[in-house]
């Protein structure tokens, strides 16, 4: 890679949708978190035992490894932390806008508020606009894994602290649980005003994508990977204009892709499919905004002005209000008109 495109994608104004706050934490703060917790997860402060964590053959290991993090958050102020250094990584990447993915159930099934996580998870981001002018908003992932009873309940307990959460989601063990379970969720949760995003296609086939966008009403797919098995599906998605929140990377690490040659990013892009990109777990699969960025370019072919697409495609698929979009847009516009000018004068 030329030194001028790494340095342009290191530059770009970026957006990132698909990250989840717990899969972000840096392993040095697995290690405070550990040593400052109960007995159970005090020998996750040794780092080697935190790097074998972090080492995982299949989305089963993830979500193993994932539990065992869980588990070392035990207090909800620690949130604050971990959000405001999920923010700090981002602004690194110049991302500039974040939805973060917050497994709220996950926490208060082991006893944590979520009123107080939300309060410091503001806190957090709070710190980090100031520190680095990175905003962020909120989508809260009902954890499918509780059943569709617990995650309508849970919608009730969201209305008692909603500050920067802006849409609902469904992550976790696809295949168990799949989106039409959740309908009901989903209706209550559209008419509280909340957007709508699931996890589908990344774990199992394109009946999920189908069923999430049928019986959910999604306005984004989370990953969406095996839409490439159903054409019409394919289509569809491109005729109805629903944005796919696609994390390569993660992709390869879990083994939904086995190779990234063979992901289908490129053809969704080149198709005309509203394909952005996300770092999803950024700290857990060992990647970043950048990185993502340079995979496409280097194995994909993905050039910078395409690249630049899927960070506008980013900006125009988020749930910031129409009036800011078009402002960011602009921005964006400008300052990348602005680096290629540079690089070509020298």
Request: negative net charge; aromatic residues 8%; contains cysteine.
């Amino acid at each position: 890679m030329s030194e001028f495109i790494s340095q342009l994608i290191d530059k770009m104004p970026k957006v990132e949708l698909h990250i989840h706050i717990v899969g972000s934490i840096r392993p040095k703060t697995v290690q405070w978190l550990a040593d400052t917790g109960g007995n159970e997860v005090r020998g996750f402060a040794d780092p080697q035992k935190v790097a074998r964590l972090f080492q995982y053959r299949n989305f089963e290991d993830f979500i193993d490894a994932y539990s065992v993090i869980l588990r070392c958050i035990t207090r909800e102020d620690q949130f604050e932390r971990i959000v405001y250094e999920m923010l700090e990584d981002e602004a690194r990447q110049n991302v500039r806008y974040v939805e973060a993915s917050f497994s709220a159930p996950d926490h208060t099934h082991l006893g944590l508020s979520y009123s107080e996580m939300i309060k410091a998870i503001n806190r957090g981001i709070e710190r980090a606009h100031e520190d680095f002018g990175v905003d962020c908003d909120l989508r809260i992932d009902l954890v499918r894994d509780y059943g569709a009873e617990a995650a309508t309940r849970y919608l009730d307990l969201i209305a008692q602290n909603r500050e920067r959460v802006v849409a609902i989601d469904i992550g976790g063990r696809e295949h168990a649980f799949p989106p039409e379970q959740f309908a009901a969720t989903y209706r209550k949760g559209k008419q509280m005003g909340f957007h709508l995003t699931a996890h589908a296609g990344e774990t199992s086939g394109p009946q999920s994508i189908w069923n999430a966008i049928r019986h959910l009403g999604v306005e984004r797919v989370g990953h969406g990977v095996s839409a490439r098995e159903d054409p019409a599906l394919v289509a569809y998605l491109l005729e109805n204009k629903i944005p796919i929140e696609m994390c390569p990377l993660s992709n390869i690490r879990t083994g939904v892709v086995n190779d990234i040659r063979n992901h289908p990013v490129r053809p969704f892009f080149d198709k005309g499919l509203k394909v952005t990109v996300s770092s999803d777990d950024p700290t857990m699969f060992d990647t970043n905004m950048n990185k993502e960025y340079r995979t496409l370019h280097e194995e994909l072919g993905f050039t910078p002005q395409e690249l630049f697409r899927l960070s506008l495609n980013g900006l125009d698929s988020s749930f910031l209000p129409e009036e800011r979009k078009v402002r960011l847009r602009e921005a964006f516009i400008r300052e990348f008109e602005a680096l290629q000018a540079r690089a070509i004068n020298g």
